[in-house]
């Protein structure tokens, strides 16, 4: 293994100061007032969050299957709107790698062996992050990608790839704020936050799409298993590829779960299967469906 990275972080006094205002918050309590609140059905109150957000957000709610935001029961029913599927068209060359979300690309590149990249001058490991060294292996110098949802986002995530599930691991921990503050002042922070690792069988090899929970996040949703919210304060998983399990098999573009309010989703490949594109880099934005990279002619 190599070994850790020389830290730099590249935070300032501000980012440190919110870093640990948040430390010191009671993230899940916060978070279950939100989930309560966003599912309000009270129509002045739904209204008026609707109605705050289109306007701060600059929502356009044309690419929504239903515009008219009076026909969404609570706040959170609209945050998580479904789009008509001719505004987000999915790549169809053979080879594509999509992107799952309308985000902000965090960082994009190749894992250095077992490390990946935060922010500048932060790292963290997949060992960390999967919570499992056997599993780490699997995509040790593979392809990573860690994208992050605002708030005005789109907020439904699709696949990368085709794949067929293998196992879903929910991993409990903090929610820290994912934004560009927290990921450079917060060490560890993705492999720190809340998460579910769902691990894929696809054509570029072992695939995982990580979703990772953050403050008013307190619940993620797959399609196969609705929301992942196990009681217990320990890692708990599901297997999907034996007997006696319900196959769940997901083609490139298809929706495999959702967020209840912004936070980031990350990508892992295994060494020499995908090849990011060239604007596929930290800063640039990206949306449902758009090439991202291509998969490896692995024969």
């Known amino acids: ?86 505004a987000r068209p999915i ?26 990249v935060q922010a500048k001058g932060r790292y963290f490991t997949l060992e960390d992050l999967l919570g499992d060294a056997d599993l780490a292996r699997r995509f040790r110098g593979g392809s990573f990608a860690t994208l992050y949802l605002s708030p005005r986002d789109y907020h439904r995530i699709h696949m990368p790839v085709a794949g067929s599930l293998e196992r879903m691991i929910h991993i409990p921990g ?12 917060v060490p560890r922070l993705f492999a720190r936050n809340e998460r579910i690792v769902n691990l894929f069988d696809t054509p570029a090899g072992p695939a995982a799409v990580i979703l990772v929970g953050a403050i008013f996040v307190g619940s993620m949703d797959t399609v196969w298993a609705g929301t992942v919210t196990p009681v217990e304060r320990r890692v708990s998983q599901w297997r999907y590829d034996g007997e006696g399990s ?16 912004g936070s980031t989703v990350i990508l892992l490949f295994p060494p ?26 692995r024969t």
Not at 277 to 293: C, E, L, N, P, Y
Request: with cysteine.
């Open 174 to 185: 903090r929610l820290f704020s994912v934004n560009h503050a927290t990921t450079r002042a």
């Open 91 to 116: 790549e169809s060359s053979p080879d594509a790698v999509v992107s799952p979300v309308d985000a902000e690309v965090s960082q994009a590149g190749t894992a250095d062996d077992n490390w990946l």
């Open 1 to 86: 293994m190599t070994k850790q990275p020389a830290e730099h972080p590249d935070a300032g006094t501000a980012d440190r100061l919110f870093a640990l205002l948040l430390a010191v918050l009671p993230h899940h309590l916060l978070s279950r007032g939100m989930h309560a609140l966003t599912r309000w059905e009270y129509p002045p109150f739904k209204r008026l969050l609707i109605r705050w957000a289109l306007k701060h957000y600059r929502i356009d709610l044309s690419e929504a299957v239903d515009e008219d935001p009076e026909h969404y029961a609570c706040f959170n029913a609209f945050f998580t709107r479904a789009l008509k599927p001719e």
């Open 246 to 261: 319900s196959p769940v098999r997901l083609d490139r573009g298809q929706e495999m779960g959702r967020f209840n309010m």
């Open 272 to 297: 020499g299967s995908v090849g990011w594109s060239d604007q596929f880099v930290a800063g640039s934005t990206v949306r449902v469906g758009k090439r991202i990279g291509h998969l490896e002619d």
